[in-house]
């Protein structure tokens, strides 16, 4: 499931390289969104050969399979940054909306995007850890990265608060794909 998701991305991100940024100005702005997004498919697509690569039941090379899990965590670390500092309000368009709408977009990326954080945070662990131990079963995927969590003194607590924040960080997709700047 994180192999597809992660396809999904590198091709959002191929479409932000080639089409993306059209209304930015000025035009070095645009070159940069561009680059950044053609860099983010590249990541993303040795992500989702990594997760494949797991997720059959291979085991790539140590150091690949520990730069996946890095770039994982990485990502993880990002998305828990931009729901902290409301980085992801740059790109809606909420000028015209009601401070009644406003305020619940803002609160779903605060608590969605930690959260969505947390969760690749914890594969991504798991992934470096399989691979410094050489064991791929450690890293069987998103399913054992929770149940991993829920292991966890206070788990079921804090499976509650990433699945909440899921739920956040869906209700703000959808907020997302009304409200996008163009």
Same mark, same amino acid.
Not at 54 to 64: F, K, N
């Given at each position: 499931?994180?192999?597809?998701?992660?396809?999904?991305?590198?091709?959002?991100?191929?479409?932000?390289?080639?089409? %993306?940024?059209?209304?930015?100005?000025?035009?070095?702005?645009?070159?940069?969104?561009?680059?950044?997004? /053609?860099?983010?498919?590249?990541? !993303?697509? $040795?992500?989702?050969?990594?997760?494949? #690569?797991?997720?059959?039941?291979?085991?790539?090379?140590?150091?690949?399979?520990?730069?996946?899990?890095?770039?994982?965590?990485?990502?993880? /670390?990002?998305?828990?940054?931009?729901?902290?500092?409301?980085?992801?309000?740059?790109? $809606?368009?909420? +000028?015209?909306?009601?401070?009644?709408?406003?305020?619940?977009?803002?609160?779903?990326?605060?608590?969605?995007?930690?959260?969505?954080?947390?969760?690749? #945070?914890? !594969?991504?662990?798991?992934?470096?850890?399989?691979?410094?131990?050489?064991?791929?079963?450690?890293?069987? #995927?998103?399913?054992?990265?929770?149940?991993?969590?829920? =292991?966890?003194? !206070? %788990?079921?607590?804090?499976?509650?608060?990433? +699945?909440?924040?899921?739920? @956040?960080? %869906?209700?703000? @997709?959808?907020?997302?794909?009304?409200?996008? =700047?163009?």
């Amino acid at each position: 499931m994180i192999t597809i998701g992660l396809i999904a991305l590198v091709v959002w991100q191929l479409t932000e390289a080639i089409w %993306g940024g059209r209304h930015v100005r000025p035009t070095w702005r645009k070159v940069l969104r561009r680059v950044v997004s /053609g860099g983010e498919a590249l990541l !993303f697509g $040795l992500l989702a050969s990594t997760a494949g #690569g797991l997720a059959a039941g291979g085991s790539g090379t140590s150091d690949a399979e520990q730069a996946g899990g890095a770039g994982v965590l990485v990502a993880g /670390g990002f998305f828990v940054y931009r729901g902290v500092t409301r980085s992801f309000l740059r790109h $809606l368009d909420l +000028a015209g909306v009601r401070p009644g709408t406003r305020s619940p977009v803002t609160r779903a990326g605060q608590l969605g995007w930690p959260a969505l954080g947390v969760v690749y #945070g914890t !594969f991504g662990l798991l992934v470096i850890i399989a691979a410094v131990r050489y064991d791929p079963a450690q890293a069987a #995927g998103l399913d054992q990265a929770l149940k991993k969590l829920a =292991a966890q003194p !206070f %788990g079921p607590y804090l499976l509650l608060a990433v +699945a909440g924040g899921l739920v @956040c960080f %869906g209700v703000y @997709c959808l907020m997302d794909a009304r409200y996008r =700047a163009a």
